[in-house]
Structure formats: C-alpha cells, structure tokens
C-alpha cells in the first residue's frame, strides 16, 4: 500500500525543516511494521516540499483514498504556522480525511495543543523532546491502525454504492469488478468469488486453483458467524467467506490472499458487504 508497486508498505510522511530530525527519525522508524506490512518512510524539509510529494509521489488516478497513512508535521518550518498550513491543506484543500496527522513541535508555547487538536483535526499532538522511539512506534502503529480500518470502511461502502445502482440486474452486477477499492495498493492480492455457486470473478487465481482453495477451505470450521452457518477462515495470508443461502440472500463464497494476514476487523467488514451484496443479487434478476 504505497508508492513502491512492487511491495506493499505503509507511507509515513514525516516534515520537519530540521535534517538531523529526519534523519533520526528515517533511522528510528526504518524497521517498524503494521500487521506484517514495513513501513516506507519519506520525508520532506517543507510545506511546499510536502505538497509537491502529496501531489506527486502519492498522486493514484484510479482512486479518491489517500496513499499516506500517517503525517508527522512539525509546526513551525518556514514560517511559524507552516506545519498547521500544511494540515488545513491535507484536510480541507485535498479533503483528506484518512490520513492520521500527528503535530510534533520543539516550541509548544506556538500553537497550543488543544487549539490545534480541535481547528485543525489532527489525531495527535506531541513535543520533540516527547519523540522517543517508543512514542514514535506507538503513534505508526495506532495511526496506521486507525488509517486502514477508516480505508476498508469507505471501500466497502463505495464498493456497496455501485452494486446498488445496478441492483436492477444480475449481468450488469456480474460486470463489476470483484476487486475492491482498498486492495488496489496490493500488486500480489488474489481474489475470487461466487455467487450462487457462479463464479463472477477471479483476480490472479485461475478458476481451477479457486475452486480447487473453496473445496479445501469450506471443510475448515473455521469460526462461525450466526446461526445460518456463514462462516470465515484464515489460513496464513487467505481470507474465506461462506454467507450461506436463504430466504433473504443469495449464497456467497469469496476467497482473497493479500499480502498482508487480514486484521479482524477486515474479516467483519468484509462479511458485511458480502451479506449485503448477497441480499442485492437474490432480489436482482
């Protein structure tokens, strides 16, 4: 999930007009990993180097979400309020709701932490002398955390929008891809997935080794998930969803093989637009 198409990674903006700042910080965060994923570190020594990077580096024509996860800005660079500009800027001018901002500062007395919290909707707030290595893997962590859920959340719900606007018919939901928005970033996802024992897609996988990982994974127990028998499974990186027939939904099986093991709350979203879907193709005709 990044710049570097090849690997999956967590971008980490850090902006400070100090070098050896960011080189201590490159050297601090270079091994840290989020559910499996390194982080991919790149730094800017400005505002308007930081934009230029957003606009840039991070710049993805196939899709609305962030590539950034988390943004540690320092506040005063060129000017005394160039870090809280270059916030205002991510949030209102770029309307980036999902990167995490973290304000790091060596003169707090410039922007109060609670002023800043509230106008410029950052997730965090800390002094330089406050930025250990700890503190520093703490805030990747629970920002990056807190980037993919909101990032799976919104694709899934884009996801949703589109299947309704063609929930008239099941030839034009079949059109859809069944890759989502948020895997986009993982050049090594595998998908494939059934409606009504129909295969409708396949991503990487051929339909003999799809069907080939159903048969197998669906004599899993796996954990269950209602008194219907839906069911999921997590086997190394492979994600399964069984949502079973009834009288409300069509069956579903989907499996994916991201690169990364898929955190908890990815299995429930996903079994959610899954329900739905299946709730949209037993009314379609």
Not at 29 to 51: C, H, L, R
Not at 121 to 148: C, P
Not at 234 to 263: C, D, F, H
């Amino acid at each position: 999930m990044g710049a570097n198409m090849t690997e999956k990674t967590w971008p980490i903006l850090v902006v400070d007009d100090e070098p050896d700042v960011l080189a201590i910080s490159r050297l601090t965060m270079k091994n840290f990993e989020v559910y499996g994923v390194p982080v991919d570190i790149v730094t800017a020594s400005s505002k308007a180097q930081a934009i230029d990077l957003l606009h840039q580096r991070f710049s993805r024509p196939d899709s609305d979400l962030p590539m950034v996860a988390v943004a540690v800005i320092d506040v005063v660079m060129e000017t005394d309020a160039a870090g809280l500009e270059l916030c205002w800027y991510l949030r209102e001018m770029m309307n980036n709701r999902l990167t995490q901002i973290y304000v790091r500062t060596g003169q707090p007395g410039v922007a109060p932490e609670r002023m800043v919290m509230d106008r410029y909707d950052i997730n965090g707030y800390f002094s330089k002398i406050e930025a250990t290595e700890d503190k520093l893997y703490s805030i990747v962590k629970a920002g990056v955390r807190q980037f993919y859920f909101m990032q799976v959340a919104m694709s899934l719900s884009a996801a949703l929008d589109k299947l309704i606007m063609v929930s008239d018919s099941r030839a034009k939901m079949r059109a859809l891809p069944v890759r989502l928005e948020v895997d986009y970033d993982d050049p090594a996802m595998k998908v494939a997935q059934w409606m009504n024992g129909e295969l409708v897609g396949t991503v990487v996988y051929s339909a003999e080794e799809a069907q080939e990982a159903r048969e197998r994974l669906d004599l899993v127990p796996g954990v269950t998930l209602n008194d219907q028998g839906d069911k999921y499974v997590v086997e190394g990186n492979t994600l399964y969803i069984k949502v079973n027939a009834s009288e409300q939904n069509a069956a579903v099986w989907r499996i994916s093989s991201p690169s990364m093991l898929p955190p908890d709350f990815h299995t429930v979203l996903t079994y959610r637009y899954l329900k739905s879907a299946a709730t949209l193709w037993k009314r379609a005709q």
